[in-house]
Every structure is written in C-alpha cells, then in structure tokens.
C-alpha cells in the first residue's frame, strides 16, 4: 500500500512538473498575442473592419448608423447650418465641457473630441505590419495594408483637425516612458495637413484597385474619393482663411487628381433618382456608390438596422426644418434664379405676388428636382417650417399605404442601404477645387467640359415618374457664357463660385459633409445669424396663407392651428416687405406671407470667429498642467 502511495505521488509530483514546465506557462489560446496574431492577410483585414463603424460610433463609415443613433446620420443631426431653422431657440454653435471631450454642434460632427484612440489603433496597425506581418506575406500585399493603415490614420487626424486646427502629431506608439512625447503640446496644423496628405498619397499610389466586396470595403477609387473630400476642405481652408496660396495650391490640386481617378475609372456614372439612391435595400449595383453601407434585418448574429427611413415616413417629427435661405438658395429649371425665372409663366402659375413664388406647389413645378426629392409635396407639422424632409426613404415609404405600420419603414427597423460616398459629392468636389485654382491660385480656368462632366452630370440625373407627375422637370445645363446674375451674391465670391456652392447646397442637403464644414472652411458663418434684422431668411420658410383652402395643406394644419388656443405667439408669417404678424387668436386674415418657424426664437450663441475651432477641452489642459506639461488652446477660448 505504502509503494503504491509513493509511487502516485511521484506520478503526480511528475506530471504537474510537466504541465509546469510545457502547459501552464504557454499563453492561453483565447490570448490576444502579437508574435501569433498578425500572421497574414485574414488577420490584417479583420482588424482593419474595426475601423470602418462599431457600436460605439467610434469608427468611420456610419451610414445610416444603427438602431436609434443619433450621431453621424441625416435627418436627425446635420441639421444645424444656415439651411434649417428648429422649434424653440437655435441651437449653440458648441457645447463645451469640462470633460475629456468638447464636441461642436450637430452631436460628433464635425468632430468626435479630444480623442486619440484611433490614432494609436493605426499606428499600432502600421507597427505590426512593418515588424510582424512583412516577412509573410507578399510585397504588393504589404504596401497594400500599409496603405489602408495610413488611410485611416488619416481619416481620423482629418477629424480632429477639423475640429481643432493644431493638434499633436503622433506617428508612431507611445511607450508610456515617453512622457517628453506623450504629453507633447500642439503641432500646427500645416505640419499635421502635410503629414495627412503624405498618408494618402501612400495610400493612393498602394492600396489596391478591388479587395474584398466592393462597395462595402476601402480599395484605391474609397481613398481617392476621400482624398477630393480632404484636400477641397483644407484647400479652400488654406486660402479662405490663411492665404497660404502654397498650401492651398498643393493641397486643392491633390483633391482634383484624386476626384479624377474616380471620374476616368470609368466604373461610376449618376444613374438614378434620388428615392432610389437613397431609398434602395441593395446599393450593390448602384454604379453611383463607392462605398456604402448594407443594412441586413436578418443578419447574424443580430439584425443590422437603422431609423433614418423612419424619420422621413411623414409620421415622425423632424427637428430641422429647411428655412427660406434654402429655398431661395434653389435654381430654377430654366436655370435662372428665381428673381429672374420665367419658369413661372413656363408651368402656367399664375402668382398674386412675389411671394407665391415660394408655395410649396409652385416650387415644386419651377425649381430644380432635387427639391421635390429631398421634400414632402405637402406641408406637414412634423417639420418646425412645414418643409418635411423625405429624402431618405423610397417612395413607397411615403406614398404607399400606411407605411408607418411596416417595419421597413418604421421603428428602428429600416433596412435600406446608405451611401456612404458616392458619385455626387466627388463630382462637386471636383469642379469646386477646379474653379478656386483657376480664379485664385494660376491654375488652368476651368472649360465648358468640366461643366458638363460635374454639374452638368448632375441635373440630367434621371427624374422618377412620380415627380413627372407632379410636374418636375429636368433643370437647363449651367453655361460658363451665361452664368446667372443673382442679385444675392456675395460681392468676394466670383460668379461661377458662387453656382457652384449653389450646386453644393442643392444636392448635399442633410448629407454628411453637411452644409456646416462648407460654411466653416469658405470662411462664412456669418450666414447662420438668426437675428432678424441680420438674416431675416433664417427663421422663415415657405409661403402660406392662413386663410384660404390649399391643396397643399392636405392634413388640415392652418384649421388647427388657427383653432388652438395654444398657437397664439407661436405661429406667424413675414410679410414680402419684411413686416412681421405673429397670431393672437383673432388675427388669422392677416397671416398670409413666409411660414415663420414654429414658436422659434433665435440662437442665443451667434457666430463669432472663435466657432471655427472648438476648445480644446479643459479637462485636458488641467491634466497637462498636473505632469508638468503645457496644452494650448485656440483663441478666444
């Protein structure tokens, strides 16, 4: 009994000297460990999908975003620009904490914070692919992710530059003894523009044409897509606000060989409407897009799903409604303004006054189509102005029956594809760089045929049957030898500029770049003061009258209102002549002119110059001072 004791114990003493020595001491198989992870290319793709959107709204390539999320997405953020007007007071330009992040308007956009995570994440990226990955894999294949690593380093510094200006350059990790270069205080952004756009000149000369599913994954035509939208920022950023017409040269010549590549690809063309664009389950044929995202309600291991649709059924409520500034801002399909338009007399309207020009019917029939498509054809009180936003839904969505009842397009259930970046916006970015080079920087003035191949393109984009019906028509090419004269130009912004901004607004409504980084980058949010006397079309929208039977007023709004008790100082309109009538609850025969917006008032924050910047957080300044260290902010802050 007793050997057979000794011999199990020395059995045992044996054995778990060996799982000592052999087992215990190897790294758990569930361990996340460099030497075994970056391995190959599966490996590289697979970290690289944490970039592209998550939970945490965190990554890039939002969409539609999901569930209810509010950030990032049309309709319900984007919304705070010159374009819209919401119930209540305006919103603030910023909202500034002492928190680790200060965000500026519009939730995240166009900043996501003090926020440097991303940064790491792509310079561990690019670590690991240089010192683990190279030796297994392919030359081609290591340019290729160094490539998409830059690319989204890039991506990320873009945002915060936008939001900050300066901003420390980091290139590589920081081991946590590196406090010189941890706590290091703000580069200019000249030196961060320069590193950006040596990044994407990598990523541009390496990443590959096709990898993976194309449209939902970065290949090279994704990275020059956003390199027009990058370097057009910065560029015109160079030289509205700095003059540096070195910088600005450079940097908007890069947004027009980038815009190019796409162009001459031959793989992309404008080739439907607007409904189906923005309202399709399935972007993969769309030869618009060039990235999207696909949304998928029976997708595992959980449904993929968003409430932008939702938002645009006619049933929800809306917080930004589009204001007269926006409508007055429409081109007419002559191609005129609309001082200056014979659509009118074209579409047979008969108008009392000026002011009808702006009933919703007639802008309907005499401005360009992409009012009918981004709007509603009747007032709705889901709006603050009654312009009710519909872009983003098919036309079943709104015209069908009882759509708010079907989980297509209700509740946070929607499952239609958003484009992410498409044809569109590359196009404009394109002729906008063009022009400034060409008016300002020596570059080669712009022909007819970059018309033709950008705005041009645009107003032939084919117009749905629905809108045929209601009397929409395709709007006349735009002609560098008659430009119009519109009599609200800025007397800085050369004609074709300013048609091309005009263009910009038109076709980019609600979208993300929203109207707000145009604003910024031309040096202009001045146009967002909501004093009356200042910007009176701020707080204004479409011509009503509160006393006679409309078609347009289908859901009965002037009756009710006029019959609550409640909407005494809430509702009113501005007369032609500027002369302002608010409701006093016997006075409804004299609301007859431009829709104020619903019991609005305006912003308490109006602009100043030190709202092109944010703050940087004081949060992080304290926390500097606490090591030792200097964190400087931008001025007036």
């Not at 460990?33 to 970056?38: S, V």
């Not at 035509?221 to 939208?229: H, L």
């Not at 800025?490 to 770049?513: C, G, K, Q, S, T």
Request: aromatic share 12%; charged share 25%; net charge negative.
């Amino acid at each position: 009994m007793k050997n057979n004791i000794l011999i199990l114990l020395t059995f045992l003493s044996l054995f778990f000297s060996s799982c000592s020595d052999n087992v215990l001491d190897r790294p758990p198989l569930t361990e996340f460990r460099d030497e075994t992870y970056w391995t190959n290319e599966d490996r590289l793709r697979l970290f690289a999908n944490g970039f592209y959107n998550d939970a945490n709204n965190i990554g890039f390539f939002q969409g539609y975003s999901r569930s209810w999320t509010l950030y990032y997405v049309p309709v319900r953020s984007l919304f705070t620009s010159d374009d819209f007007a919401n119930t209540g007071v305006q919103s603030a330009f910023t909202n500034t904490s002492a928190g680790s992040t200060s965000y500026y308007i519009d939730g995240v956009w166009p900043g996501r914070g003090w926020y440097f995570t991303i940064v790491r994440k792509a310079n561990l990226f690019l670590n690991r692919i240089e010192n683990i990955t190279k030796p297994a894999i392919t030359d081609e294949a290591y340019k290729h992710w160094s490539g998409i690593a830059r690319f989204f380093r890039a991506l990320e510094y873009t945002e915060l530059v936008r939001t900050y200006g300066d901003v420390p350059w980091f290139s590589d990790e920081i081991k946590e003894s590196e406090r010189d270069l941890m706590f290091k205080d703000r580069d200019s952004r000249d030196v961060v523009m320069d590193n950006i756009y040596e990044d994407l000149k990598y990523a541009l000369a390496n990443v590959r044409l096709s990898d993976g599913d194309a449209g939902t994954t970065v290949n090279r035509y994704v990275v020059a897509a956003y390199i027009s939208r990058i370097m057009l920022w910065e560029g015109t950023w160079q030289w509205y606000h700095k003059n540096n017409t070195t910088l600005a040269k450079k940097f908007l010549e890069f947004a027009v060989e980038g815009a190019e590549f796409v162009m001459n690809s031959g793989k992309y063309e404008i080739q439907t409407d607007f409904h189906t664009l923005f309202g399709s389950d399935n972007l993969n044929s769309n030869k618009e897009c060039i990235l999207f995202r696909h949304y998928d309600a029976a997708a595992a291991p959980s449904a993929v799903t968003h409430c932008i649709a939702s938002y645009c059924n006619t049933a929800e409520s809306q917080e930004g409604g589009a204001n007269l500034s926006l409508l007055k801002s429409f081109i007419c399909n002559d191609g005129e303004v609309w001082q200056n338009s014979n659509s009118f007399n074209n579409a047979g309207i008969t108008l009392g006054n000026e002011g009808e020009k702006f009933r919703i019917e007639n802008l309907i029939k005499t401005r360009d189509p992409r009012f009918e498509a981004t709007f509603y054809h009747q007032y709705k009180p889901g709006s603050p102005t009654l312009l009710y936003c519909n872009k983003f839904i098919d036309r079943t969505g709104t015209e069908g029956s009882n759509p708010g009842n079907t989980p297509k397009y209700s509740s946070m259930t929607n499952t239609n594809d958003a484009p992410v970046m498409r044809l569109g916006e590359v196009l404009l970015n394109y002729i906008e760089a063009k022009a400034v080079l060409a008016e300002h920087l020596g570059g080669a003035a712009v022909i007819q045929t970059d018309i033709d191949k950008s705005i041009n393109a645009l107003r032939d984009r084919p117009i749905d049957a629905t809108a045929i019906s209601r009397g929409v028509q395709k709007t006349s090419h735009l002609q560098l030898s008659s430009l119009p004269n519109d009599p609200d130009r800025d007397a800085d912004v050369p004609e074709l500029i300013w048609e091309i901004r005009r263009e910009r607004r038109m076709e980019l409504i609600y979208e993300a770049p929203s109207r707000l980084f145009d604003l910024r980058r031309w040096k202009k949010l001045d146009y967002m003061k909501t004093n009356v006397s200042a910007k009176p079309d701020i707080m204004c929208s479409i011509w009503i009258d509160y006393t006679a039977a409309d078609p347009a007023d289908a859901t009965g709004i002037r009756a009710a209102r006029i019959g609550d008790a409640n909407s005494a100082g809430k509702i009113g309109v501005r007369k032609f002549d500027g002369t302002v009538v608010m409701f006093d609850g016997s006075n409804a025969a004299d609301l007859v002119g431009f829709n104020l917006t619903y019991n609005g008032s305006v912003r308490t924050q109006e602009p100043e110059a030190k709202h092109y910047l944010a703050p940087v957080p004081e949060s992080q300044r304290n926390f500097y001072t606490s090591q030792g260290y200097t964190l400087s902010n931008n001025p007036d802050w």
